[in-house]
């Protein structure tokens, strides 16, 4: 893979209680680089494992990016154990950890806000790719009064290295849940999601009970650095891939992967995109490593003429995703629980047109742990 000579980066860094910095204060600071620029507000040596240690910071999504270096990360010790760690914190003794940041990920136009939140840990609560922690919202449960509220699961957007590289935050991807009376079609503020809008109005410092981590089913599996991973996202569904991505081609770890990654992103529009600067990145540095397709529902038609879908994107590609599949590939599928009727439909169809038994194809699949799916 090709290496920059790029290898320091030096602008002010924020600290104390000055470390959470809106987008729109970000954008200011702007380093460049050649022909092109990134945001940032870290100052470090790109190959040094100890620069910044022992400062607070916040590294900004898209300043990790200016070199085709790969990031030291440090501790490596995250790097030994052979099994991932499961229920660490329970919910009858969460632990307690610290909002970092809380950053609006979408533009204007997005129906609805989404938040990528960096959460400090103190490396408490180490995690893999692909798991997910349980949140607690502050308060008291409606339905058992004198109970706290049941833990509400949220996939981790981050490598287990978090955002900062040191083991020590983790990111979650959130969208703020609200509700619409049926009638007005205006939005009922009495019944906004209680967890969604506890984590996007948090404020930097603010206190947050998380459990876990949990999950084994969406882990990236490492055993093979050659293999090929099929990626199939809607909306907030894209944040074990994002930690998938971070690994494969962002982070100086032992897994030096050498397969295809291929991303499908379904969201509305391209105000709904989430972490899409990052995505175009790894496509402009690994083209012959890196995938990525969107379903723009909103601004996009298939062949049909109808809404573009994730699933229309399968179609699309159906026979690359099927020789892939056929040759070891991984496809994982994570998202809102209604996408999943749709893409095992044009799954089947495409299968029977090519004279494949599907249900014989999915029974294969799952028995190679080839098939990985975490809806919700």
Same mark, same amino acid.
Request: charged fraction near 25%; aromatic fraction near 10%; hydrophobic fraction near 30%.
């Given at each position: 893979?090709?290496q920059?000579?790029v290898s320091?980066v030096?602008?002010?860094?924020p600290?104390?209680?000055d470390?959470?910095?809106?987008? &729109?204060?970000?954008?200011?600071n702007?380093?460049?680089f050649?022909? @092109? &620029?990134?945001?940032?507000?870290l100052?470090?040596?790109l190959k040094?494992?100890?620069?910044q240690?022992?400062?607070?910071?916040?590294?900004?999504?898209?300043?990790?990016?200016?070199?085709?270096?790969?990031?030291a990360?440090?501790?490596l010790?995250?790097e030994?154990a052979?099994?991932?760690p499961?229920?660490?914190?329970?919910?009858?003794e969460p632990?307690t950890?610290?909002?970092?940041?809380?950053?609006?990920?979408?533009?204007?136009?997005a129906?609805g806000?989404?938040?990528h939140?960096?959460?400090d840990?103190g #490396?408490?609560?180490?995690?893999?790719?692909?798991?997910?922690?349980?949140?607690?919202?502050p /308060?008291e449960?409606?339905k058992?009064?004198g109970?706290?509220?049941n833990?509400?699961?949220?996939s981790?957007?981050?490598s287990?290295?978090?955002?900062?590289f040191?083991g020590?935050?983790?990111?979650?991807?959130?969208?703020?849940?609200?509700y619409?009376?049926? *009638?007005?079609?205006?939005?009922d503020p009495?019944k906004?999601?209680?967890?969604?809008?506890f984590?996007?109005n948090?404020?930097?410092?603010?206190?947050?009970?998380?459990? #876990?981590? &949990?999950?084994?089913?969406?882990?990236?599996?490492?055993?093979?650095?050659?293999?090929n991973?099929?990626?199939i996202a809607?909306?907030? /569904?894209?944040?074990?891939?994002?930690?998938?991505?971070?690994r494969?081609?962002?982070e100086?770890?032992t897994?030096?992967?050498?397969?295809?990654?291929w991303?499908?992103?379904g969201?509305?529009n391209k105000d709904?995109?989430l972490?899409?600067?990052e995505?175009? @990145?790894?496509l402009e540095?690994?083209?012959d490593?890196?995938?990525y397709d969107?379903?723009?529902?909103?601004e996009?038609?298939?062949?049909s #003429? #109808?809404k573009?879908?994730?699933?229309?994107k399968? *179609?699309e590609y &159906?026979?690359?995703?099927?020789k892939?599949?056929?040759?070891?590939?991984?496809?994982?599928?994570?998202?809102?629980?209604?996408?999943?009727?749709?893409?095992q439909e044009?799954l089947?169809r495409?299968?029977?047109q090519r004279?494949?038994n599907?249900?014989?194809?999915?029974?294969?699949? @799952?028995?190679?742990?080839?098939?990985?799916?975490e809806?919700?």
């Amino acid at each position: 893979m090709a290496q920059s000579t790029v290898s320091q980066v030096s602008v002010a860094v924020p600290v104390g209680n000055d470390i959470s910095l809106r987008r &729109s204060v970000i954008k200011r600071n702007i380093i460049s680089f050649g022909n @092109k &620029s990134w945001a940032s507000t870290l100052s470090f040596d790109l190959k040094s494992r100890n620069a910044q240690k022992n400062k607070p910071y916040i590294v900004c999504m898209s300043v990790q990016q200016a070199s085709k270096s790969k990031i030291a990360v440090s501790p490596l010790e995250l790097e030994i154990a052979k099994e991932p760690p499961l229920n660490t914190f329970k919910p009858k003794e969460p632990y307690t950890a610290t909002i970092v940041s809380v950053e609006r990920l979408v533009g204007p136009k997005a129906p609805g806000e989404t938040c990528h939140i960096v959460i400090d840990h103190g #490396g408490n609560v180490p995690y893999w790719e692909g798991q997910s922690y349980g949140v607690i919202p502050p /308060g008291e449960n409606p339905k058992k009064p004198g109970s706290p509220h049941n833990v509400r699961l949220y996939s981790i957007a981050s490598s287990r290295y978090g955002d900062s590289f040191d083991g020590k935050t983790t990111s979650l991807c959130v969208r703020r849940a609200v509700y619409y009376d049926t *009638e007005t079609g205006k939005e009922d503020p009495s019944k906004s999601g209680v967890c969604s809008n506890f984590l996007c109005n948090c404020k930097p410092g603010d206190k947050v009970q998380i459990t #876990g981590p &949990s999950g084994k089913i969406m882990l990236l599996p490492e055993d093979n650095p050659n293999a090929n991973h099929i990626m199939i996202a809607t909306g907030t /569904g894209v944040a074990p891939f994002r930690g998938y991505l971070r690994r494969m081609f962002m982070e100086d770890v032992t897994f030096k992967f050498k397969g295809l990654a291929w991303l499908f992103l379904g969201v509305a529009n391209k105000d709904s995109l989430l972490y899409d600067d990052e995505f175009t @990145k790894y496509l402009e540095d690994y083209p012959d490593q890196f995938r990525y397709d969107l379903a723009l529902s909103r601004e996009q038609k298939n062949k049909s #003429g #109808g809404k573009m879908y994730v699933q229309d994107k399968i *179609e699309e590609y &159906s026979d690359e995703i099927f020789k892939l599949l056929d040759d070891g590939a991984h496809i994982y599928f994570c998202g809102l629980r209604g996408m999943m009727p749709g893409i095992q439909e044009t799954l089947k169809r495409v299968a029977e047109q090519r004279g494949e038994n599907w249900d014989e194809k999915l029974s294969q699949l @799952k028995k190679n742990k080839q098939w990985h799916v975490e809806v919700y």
